[in-house]
């Protein structure tokens, strides 16, 4: 079974950068879309917020508009890891960010939650002002 394990996560004060790390296992880079989410405080898990996702075969991302522009997902596929590399942070940033997989043939991306299968528990990002 596919695993994904985040870290990463800190305190840092606004306009900071951070890189969260999603580590993953019994998974092939190049037959799964990877997708990062948010949850941010006081939100239900349904109310998951899609972050940025990277196609399987690393030439496709999609990224929330709210993130667009300071948030990259780079990969290591030697090291079977996902980055999420953070810039200029704001303090609407601050959340529960998860790292997630689903298993497939296209060469595209998703941003629901319902479109992905293996999730990890997550790791908290707080940004103050």
């Known amino acids: 079974q596919v695993e994904v394990v985040e870290s990463g996560g800190g305190m840092v004060q606004a306009g900071d950068s951070l890189r969260l790390s999603c580590v993953t296992s019994?998974?092939?880079?190049?037959?799964?879309?990877l997708g990062w989410f948010r949850q941010g405080p006081g939100k239900e898990p349904k109310e998951r917020e899609f972050?940025?996702?990277?196609?399987?075969?690393?030439?496709?991302?999609n990224y929330a508009d709210a993130v667009k522009g300071r948030f990259t997902v780079p990969r290591d596929k030697a090291k079977n890891v996902l980055y999420l590399r953070m810039n200029s942070l704001k303090p609407e940033d601050t959340a529960v960010y998860y790292c997630?997989?689903?298993?497939?043939?296209?060469?595209?991306?998703?941003?629901?939650?319902?479109?992905?299968?293996?999730w990890g528990q997550g790791t908290t990002v707080t940004v103050s002002s």
């Open positions: 997630a997989s689903r298993y497939t043939f296209d060469d595209t991306t998703f941003q629901r939650m319902n479109e992905f299968e293996s």
């Open positions: 019994r998974l092939n880079f190049g037959c799964h879309v």
């Open positions: 972050v940025a996702a990277l196609s399987r075969t690393g030439t496709n991302t």
